[in-house]
């Protein structure tokens, strides 16, 4: 009886990997098409800058190298490309990511991270994900310290859908047109929680806990979790839109990783 559990545990991983991979694929290849679309609207703020430099400097919550300039403007334009992808039907769901898509299995989280490469603690490795962005929930970091984070997404949708979360990620330098990278990682569901275990640091957000007894966000360590680990042959469930054919260098000092 034990075995036969073990077994269909087993190959319900599988299964979730095998959607989380089967997504992961369509949206790099979705996104990949659009590179040169994408790299020119992401730029098309620097044209009017001066326009809002100075408000926005002013305004900032960090010092100008670390605030993100492409903070709200990377979202809008992923939201505009996304609006093109006719498989993707938007859900209005109030608890979700920045962009959440709905298909005939699944409903599809998709958040924007920008930040400037002077801010390392938000990249190299890891990345930071809100509670209304994920299922994967944790007690304690990898650090083995309490670390209360209940994620606000459900596994599975009661309407049998799986919940999948794919997170988009832009590093860049103010002063420059083309970002450093840009990169697609698919986050595990959290019914791989055996799989990947307390993958997290500590989020950015403050110490106590909040309304659902929870801290707000988790630095999720996705260089401990890179690969579909239940798929044969573990393909990499992080993809690298930007540049083509990135070098070690880059893989390393932007993603923590030296291969993908
Ligand atoms: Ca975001």
Not at 11 to 30: G, H, P, R
Not at 174 to 203: Q, R, W
Not at 237 to 251: A, E
Request: charged fraction near 30%; glycine fraction near 4%; charge should be positive.
């Amino acid at each position: 009886m034990n075995i036969n559990i073990k077994v269909f545990d087993k190959m319900n991983k599988e299964a979730i990997e095998q959607k989380e991979e089967e997504y992961l694929n369509q949206i790099e290849y979705f996104i990949k098409d659009n590179l040169d679309w994408i790299l020119k609207r992401l730029k098309s703020k620097n044209e009017i800058k001066n326009d809002w430099i100075n408000i926005f400097k002013a305004t900032a919550r960090e010092a100008y190298d670390k605030a993100s300039e492409l903070d709200v403007g990377a979202e809008r334009v992923f939201h505009n490309l996304f609006g093109r992808f006719q498989m993707l039907q938007v859900n209005s769901t109030p608890i979700g990511a920045d962009l959440m898509f709905e298909t005939y299995d699944s409903i599809i989280h998709i958040d924007i991270k920008t930040t400037t490469d002077s801010n390392p603690a938000d990249f190299g490795g890891k990345i930071q994900i809100g509670q209304n962005q994920t299922s994967y929930r944790v007690n304690k970091t990898n650090r083995g310290n309490p670390y209360p984070f209940k994620a606000s997404l459900p596994t599975f949708y009661s309407n049998g859908k799986i919940c999948l979360t794919y997170i988009i990620q832009i590093i860049y330098n103010n002063d420059e047109d083309k970002p450093k990278i840009i990169s697609l990682f698919s986050i595990p569901n959290g019914a791989l929680y055996d799989t990947y275990g307390d993958c997290v640091n500590a989020g950015k957000h403050k110490k106590e806990l909040n309304k659902l007894n929870s801290r707000g966000d988790i630095r999720f360590l996705y260089k401990d979790a890179s690969k579909f680990e239940n798929l044969n042959n573990k393909p990499s469930r992080i993809k690298v839109i930007y540049p083509d054919n990135p070098s070690v260098d880059i893989l390393k000092k932007y993603l923590g990783i030296k291969k993908l």
